[in-house]
């Protein structure tokens, strides 16, 4: 039974339709990996007694038709399930238990999945590192000290280390991307839109997107499958026609144009960023894939305008965090000092930072300079993908400027923690569909990813891409389970 | 120069001031669901039991706009002869308070989603045009409740979210006689549209009256001082009168008039400071994220438009041109919704010109004295026009139907019905009139003897003694025919 949590869920899925393993076999399994990997902290809110009881009930009158039959699932803890706690990461959510669930969460239980438990994330998903949770760091299994990546820190970590076959996360500016490339595991940002935010604990709406992490690229193609419907709770929820990507998926890219752009070429990017690079355009030729040098001539500015855009909506999303209504609520004289007192006491540093940014990006005075110029970028960089797309179907790049880092090791240098979305941010900003695969190691043997950017909606090419290249790239996560007493 | 009789103004020392008004109208969009969420509307229920995760701002929750409520404003600036945007944008209004559980208000800034448009006022002197600046939509807040408990605040969260309407006029108004029949206008216009029920004691019409006085003659706009949500045309009036005023008491002092926000203390009958220009919020407005821009189309608007019921200046047009009623008989029954249909349902069997006079005159009077709307009249139309049919084939007499109706007002009976219970119908067989006439000739024959001497003035003397003896049931037409012959 020991090898149950290194299958692939595309593994599980098929031991379990035909028989071979239970639901109770499989979540018991994954329910006793986790209970054994405390040291990493992935999880904020175990819920281990309630899966063990689905798994069985699932395993009475098992549906095997569904897509993810009595799967185990830990989520990211943005995200709100019905009963069970939902912190975003924060203090100030410390106690806050939804009488309701996200759309994509119901739409994994829909296919048959069964919830594990709520995963470890940077405080509201800002962060890169995981080390702005409330509820303390996440270890990356790949070495002891090391930084899963955030904000969904918890949930690469967890996929890594085998605790769940399959998670989910949410990407506003790198926050799937950038930890599935610090763990070696695959991460997909679906186009905005594509799945509903219904129910997501909101970190900035107009780049919010949830998507999933896997351990390959099939997996990953299933999870969204699952995942992204079209949602009349969510205005921003796009109608489109949504292939089965798991079944659609093909290694044949041949003559597919992939575009390299010179600009992602950014000073001080470390050698070794430089080689994988190159290596993946090799992989990508080998893969009948057609090379081309491409130009996105406003990458410069897509840091400045995230951290003006992401915080400035942020600051307005946070403000229902007052302590009137749920969540913490700290004593106070009188209603502004409640105010003062719950917020000051219930939001970690990192995010009051990015509240105060946003606060004053949109003042009076400053919005025209800021917020709106801001926009005008955004809208320039969205063009710049669009021009590049005249001539390609796909962008390669590096997923991170360099690989995981120990922990602490930035935490009193934002600027230098905020550098590391700096080529995940624009496709954000762009509203385009991106995924991270693991493609090589670094000199300490940290696994490095390559990002492939899509064009929007076009999920089902760069899962094609990635699927691909991931067979030439043969990649193998070196974990040794160093966390395990 | 006008030299309106009703022209308003301030006289100080040798000095003349005009006062400058524009109102920001708050109406609650009659709507049986909130403007970003499903929960009820209904006015008055139980606290807290019409919420809505939305509308209580928990995480994860998302706005869906009610299309409902957008063509409920469309209406309503077609209504206001308004310029239809085809995008607008929905904006958040940062704020921090109690009964806002977002932390921002939805609101609609920049880009609102009717534009330019106007309303007639029909003022004692003649017509007067006021231009509207915008309409726009927004969510109505919750309620924060300060008298429950000595310590604590309560926040009733039912109203949080519910769809109003903003309606900006320019500062077009002179006096509180026009802001009078300004807001009595704008309620007539939504109570036809169906878009706002006006109610202004449940709160559903409530307005901010901005202020500035000037030198009359001049063309500049003095600084404006923003009187906060008062919800009666008397208490606007009222503040208006005092702002005005304070105003001018400061200029003729040499002073300045400080570009604030005042709220109106309605038990003092006084406007008094909340917040200066320097302490206004900055409500660091921005497009709401989590809302695509709202899209009409031209057929969108052209299928409402020719859904507009006719409004109350083509409904009084209509009445003057084909009724021949004079536009001040007109202006009383288009004024409100209720009244025209009234009117319109009375004149579909019986005489126009009775039943204006019959309204206007009668019945008015009687609603008046019980303190009753039209739609609470004891006389239903149908009736009313029975009564006047009566009238008109001469069954009753006027002062007959006089009697008859009181009796109606009682309880709606049929006048047919009254008249025959209680004998009241009228003499009109020439016979028995004759009959009557003869006899009272007789009993004044000195009397008559005097008349066919040239003492005219005496035949209406005989007219009374002949409507005496018959009990007031003599056909009065015929009488005089009658009498006319035999004296």
Redesign the interface.
């Known amino acids: 039974m020991s090898d149950i949590t290194k299958q692939s869920l595309s593994e599980l899925v098929e031991n379990i339709k035909s028989k071979k393993l239970s639901s109770s076999e499989v979540t018991e399994a994954f329910v006793e990996r986790s209970d054994k990997s405390k040291e990493l902290n992935t999880y904020i809110t175990e819920d281990y007694a309630n899966a063990l009881n689905k798994a069985k009930r699932f395993d009475e009158k098992p549906n095997l038709d569904l897509k993810l039959p009595g799967i185990p699932i830990a989520v990211k803890d943005l995200f709100c399930t019905r009963d069970l706690r939902t912190t975003a990461g924060s203090k100030i959510l410390n106690n806050f238990v939804p009488t309701y669930e996200s759309t994509v969460t119901q739409n994994i239980w829909n296919e048959g999945a069964i919830l594990m438990g709520k995963l470890n994330c940077d405080e509201f998903a800002m962060g890169s590192s995981n080390e702005t949770s409330f509820f303390g760091n996440v270890q990356n299994p790949i070495d002891n000290n090391l930084v899963p990546g955030g904000s969904s820190g918890g949930s690469s970590s967890a996929v890594a280390a085998q605790l769940t076959p399959i998670t989910i996360g949410t990407d506003t500016g790198g926050s799937i991307r950038q930890p599935a490339s610090f763990t070696g595991t695959v991460g997909l940002k679906p186009t905005y839109g594509s799945c509903s935010r219904y129910g997501i604990v909101a970190f900035a709406s107009s780049l919010d997107q949830a998507g999933p992490m896997a351990q390959n690229v099939k997996d990953c193609a299933l999870l969204q499958e699952v995942i992204s419907t079209y949602d009349e709770k969510d205005s921003t929820s796009i109608d489109f026609k949504r292939n089965e990507y798991s079944k659609e998926l093909t290694k044949d890219i041949k003559g597919k144009k992939i575009g390299i752009p010179k600009e992602y070429r950014v000073d001080g990017m470390p050698k070794e960023i430089e080689d994988l690079w190159k290596k993946g355009i090799e992989y990508a030729k080998d893969c009948g894939a057609e090379i081309k040098d491409i130009s996105l001539p406003h990458t410069n500015y897509a840091l400045p305008t995230y951290y003006i855009v992401a915080p400035a909506e942020a600051s307005s999303n946070l403000a229902r965090y007052d302590g009137v209504k749920y969540g913490f609520r700290a004593d106070g004289e009188n209603l502004i000092d409640m105010y003062e007192k719950t917020r000051s006491e219930g939001f970690g540093a990192e995010v009051q930072r990015r509240i105060m940014i946003g606060t004053y990006v949109l003042s009076s005075g400053y919005y025209d300079a800021y917020y709106l110029k801001a926009q005008k970028v955004r809208k320039l960089i969205k063009n710049d993908f669009d021009e590049a797309y005249k001539k390609v179907d796909a962008i390669l790049t590096p997923s991170t400027p360099s690989s995981a880092f120990k922990i602490g090791e930035k935490t009193n240098d934002p600027v230098s923690m905020y550098l590391n979305d700096i080529f995940t941010v624009p496709v954000n900003l762009a509203g385009l569909p991106g995924i991270s695969i693991p493609a090589g190691h670094d000199a300490k043997g940290y696994p490095l990813g390559l990002q492939i950017i899509g064009k929007a909606f076009d999920e089902q090419n760069i899962l094609n891409i990635a699927y691909a290249m991931e067979e030439k790239i043969n990649f193998k996560n070196n974990i040794t389970d160093w966390w395990i007493k | 120069m006008s030299n309106n009789k009703s022209e308003y103004l301030i006289n100080r020392h040798d000095n003349q001031y005009e006062v400058v008004i524009g109102l920001e109208v708050h109406a609650q969009v009659t709507s049986e669901s909130k403007l970003f969420s499903t929960s009820a509307t209904k006015f008055g229920a139980e606290p807290n039991t019409q919420v809505s995760?939305v509308d209580?701002?928990?995480?994860?929750?998302?706005?869906?706009?009610n299309e409902y409520c957008v063509k409920q404003a469309i209406k309503t600036g077609i209504g206001l002869k308004a310029k239809i945007n085809n995008r607008s944008v929905f904006d958040?209004k940062?704020y921090?308070?109690?009964d806002l559980?977002?932390?921002?208000q939805i609101s609609q800034f920049k880009d609102p989603i009717v534009g330019e448009g106007k309303v007639i006022l029909d003022m004692p002197d003649g017509q007067k045009e006021v231009g509207i600046e915008r309409l726009h939509l927004e969510q109505d807040a919750g309620k924060s409740i300060h008298d429950l408990d000595p310590k604590n605040?309560f926040?009733d969260l039912n109203r949080s979210g519910v769809a109003l309407m903003e309606i900006v006029s320019k500062p077009d108004l002179r006096s509180p006689d026009e802001v009078n029949a300004y807001i009595k206008k704008l309620r007539s216009i939504m109570r036809y549209l169906g878009t706002c029920d006006g109610n202004m004691q449940e709160g559903s019409l409530r307005a901010d009256v901005n202020v500035s006085v000037r030198k009359k003659g001049s063309k500049d706009l003095g600084t404006r001082c923003e009187i906060k949500n008062v919800n009666s045309i008397k208490f606007m009036q009222m503040a208006i009168e005092y702002e005005a005023n304070r105003q001018v008491d400061l200029i003729e002092d040499g002073q300045t008039i400080d570009q604030e926000t005042r709220l109106f203390d309605t038990k003092k009958n006084e406007t008094r400071s909340m917040r200066s220009k320097e302490d206004a919020h900055?409500y660091?407005?921005?497009p709401?994220?989590?809302?695509?821009p709202l899209e009409v189309s031209d057929d969108f608007i052209e299928k409402l438009k020719s859904e507009i019921p006719e409004l109350p200046d083509e409904k009084k047009k209509r009445f003057i041109e084909k009724f021949k009623l004079s536009p001040y008989e007109a202006n009383i029954l288009v004024s409100d919704i209720e009244t025209s249909n009234y009117f319109e349902n009375v004149i579909k069997k019986s005489d126009v010109k009775l039943a204006t006079n019959w309204i206007i005159g009668e019945l008015f009077a009687a609603l008046n004295e019980k303190n009753l709307e039209i739609t609470e009249s004891p006389i239903s139309a149908g009736n009313l026009s029975k009564l006047i049919n009566l009238i008109k084939d001469g069954t009753i007499s006027g002062k007959i139907a006089k009697t008859v109706f009181e009796q109606m007002m009682k309880g709606d009976k049929d006048p047919k019905k009254i008249v025959e219970e209680k004998g009241l119908k009228q003499e009109s067989d020439p016979k028995a009139l004759e009959a009557l006439i003869d006899k009272v000739i007789d009993d004044n024959r000195d009397k008559a003897t005097e008349y066919k001497a040239g003492k005219v003035k005496l035949f209406g003397f005989f007219v009374g003694q002949v409507m005496k003896v018959s009990g007031g049931k003599a056909n009065p037409q015929l009488v005089n025919e009658i009498l006319k012959k035999k004296l």
Do not use: E
């Not at chain 2, 209580?56 to 706009?65: D, E």
């Not at chain 2, 709401?288 to 695509?292: G, I, N, V």
């Open positions: 995760l209580a701002a928990f995480p994860g929750m998302l706005p869906v706009i958040r940062n921090f308070y109690a559980p977002q932390g921002y605040t926040v900055d660091r407005y921005f709401d994220p989590d809302l695509l």
